[in-house]
């Protein structure tokens, strides 16, 4: 006979939660201990959990697992920003970051977390490290909540204090596993999980127009980031084949935008990584000021960092203030992103597995 598939404690929600407990013959608040054990305390096994009766332990025990990802190589950049390598149960590698932000006095001011959603992506922006490797797998909301978890531990052993913000930037397309992507911020932002601010959670995405959509419908809370990097199509569509699929080219995104921030009230940010001669002259910079009058947002531009074996440059800083120059005049506001973490390949479209050798793990 088969021995059931233990069911992975790390993945359920404290309603779920409260069903098992239930279903195993306990009262309902019996699972709402095992949430606060398992996202608020970090347990990773039953054994620990000693204000549960030693009966239902031994049944846990017996039909149930808790996920933790294995951190097989940590590599901290000159600037403070810690890459984690995990493996996961399948065997296969993600990537995490721990960003920290600093003061004029040296002083800790954020501690951002960057997040992967999956292994590896299918949307092969031609910049873009990750989209090397391919799509090989989603994650689980419990898999997404534990690099969280332990990049927060990793931050108060390093830094002192908690950390302060989470990004879906990492690996993947988030939009692609929404399923376990918003149950990942719901577990994120309850009190008895890390009790985060959704405000202080960003997902990012390429830009897929019927899953900004439903975000729409589903009223997140988080804020939302969009990768245009192009102002037109013809551009959008040589680097981000999402924009030459069916119902995402630029038009069908900018309405998507519009109904997302109509429905939630909330004003999206537009990534923009600057490519050399490609997408930083003055002109792209008029026409992305003309998109962002059709869906309002702030506009956050990246510059690119170098991936071996991809012909992008990153233009000067000549060429960047040109740029920003032509948005404020047309009363864009303007961030600019530089990218933390480049001597060791955790900065933004640097993220692929290079499989670690015996000596590193
Ligand atoms: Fe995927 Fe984002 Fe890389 Fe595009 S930029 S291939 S969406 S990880």
């Not at 608040?29 to 970090?42: A, E, M, P, T, V």
């Not at 590698?93 to 951002?112: A, C, K, Q, Y």
């Given at each position: ?10 993945t ?7 069903r098992?407990a ?5 009262p309902?608040?019996?699972g ?5 054990w398992i996202?608020?305390?970090?347990a ?12 239902f332990r031994?049944?846990?025990?017996r039909?149930?697992?808790i996920t933790?990802?294995e951190?097989?190589r940590?590599?901290?950049a ?14 296969r590698h993600i990537?995490?970051?721990?960003i920290p ?5 040296g002083?800790v ?7 992967s959603?999956?292994v ?8 873009c490290?990750t989209?090397l ?13 534990d690099?969280?978890?332990?990049l927060?531990q990793?931050?108060e ?7 302060t913000?989470?990004v ?5 397309e ?6 376990a992507?918003?149950r990942?911020?719901?577990l994120l932002?309850d009190?008895d999980?890390?009790?985060l ?8 995405t ?6 900004i959509?439903k975000?729409?419908?589903d009223?997140v809370?988080f ?5 245009l990097?192009?102002p037109t199509n013809?551009?959008r569509?040589a680097i981000m084949p999402v ?5 995402t080219?630029l038009?069908d ?6 109904y997302?921030?109509q ?10 990584c600057?490519?050399?001669g490609?997408?930083?002259r ?13 869906a309002?947002g702030k506009v956050?531009?990246i510059?690119?960092?170098?991936v071996?074996?991809?012909?992008f440059?990153?233009?000067?800083e000549a060429?960047?203030?040109a ?5 404020v005049?047309?009363?864009v506001t303007v961030t ?13 479209g ?5 499989e670690?050798?015996?000596s590193?793990?």
């Amino acid at each position: 006979m088969r021995t059931p598939t233990p069911i992975d404690l790390r993945t359920l929600s404290r309603e779920e939660l409260e069903r098992l407990a239930e279903d195993l013959g306990e009262p309902r608040y019996r699972g709402r201990q095992l949430f606060k054990w398992i996202y608020g305390k970090g347990a990773v096994s039953v054994a620990q959990m000693t204000d549960l009766p030693k009966s239902f332990r031994a049944e846990l025990a017996r039909r149930t697992c808790i996920t933790r990802l294995e951190p097989v190589r940590q590599l901290t950049a000159s600037d403070q920003t810690i890459k984690v390598l995990f493996r996961l149960p399948s065997g296969r590698h993600i990537e995490s970051v721990l960003i920290p932000d600093f003061d004029e006095t040296g002083r800790v001011r954020r501690l951002t977390v960057c997040v992967s959603s999956q292994v590896g992506c299918a949307m092969g922006c031609a910049f873009c490290a990750t989209g090397l490797m391919g799509f090989q797998q989603n994650l689980t909301a419990g898999e997404i909540y534990d690099q969280v978890w332990q990049l927060n531990q990793l931050a108060e052993t390093r830094f002192g204090r908690r950390i302060t913000n989470v990004v879906y930037m990492g690996m993947g397309e988030p939009l692609l596993n929404y399923d376990a992507v918003l149950r990942s911020v719901a577990l994120l932002t309850d009190r008895d999980g890390l009790g985060l601010s959704p405000r202080r959670i960003t997902v990012s995405t390429v830009g897929l127009a019927r899953r900004i959509r439903k975000l729409a419908d589903d009223r997140v809370r988080f804020r939302l980031a969009v990768s245009l990097h192009a102002p037109t199509n013809a551009q959008r569509s040589a680097i981000m084949p999402v924009n030459r699929s069916e119902q995402t080219d630029l038009d069908d995104l900018i309405e998507a935008i519009r109904y997302f921030e109509q429905r939630t009230g909330q004003i999206i940010t537009y990534e923009y990584c600057l490519f050399e001669g490609f997408n930083d002259r003055p002109e792209d910079a008029h026409r992305l000021a003309d998109l962002t009058r059709r869906a309002p947002g702030k506009v956050n531009l990246i510059l690119y960092n170098p991936v071996e074996g991809l012909p992008f440059c990153r233009p000067s800083e000549a060429r960047l203030q040109a740029f920003i120059r032509v948005l404020v005049a047309r009363g864009v506001t303007v961030t600019v992103r530089r990218s933390r973490g480049q001597d060791i390949n955790a900065a933004c479209g640097q993220l692929a597995i290079r499989e670690p050798t015996r000596s590193e793990v």
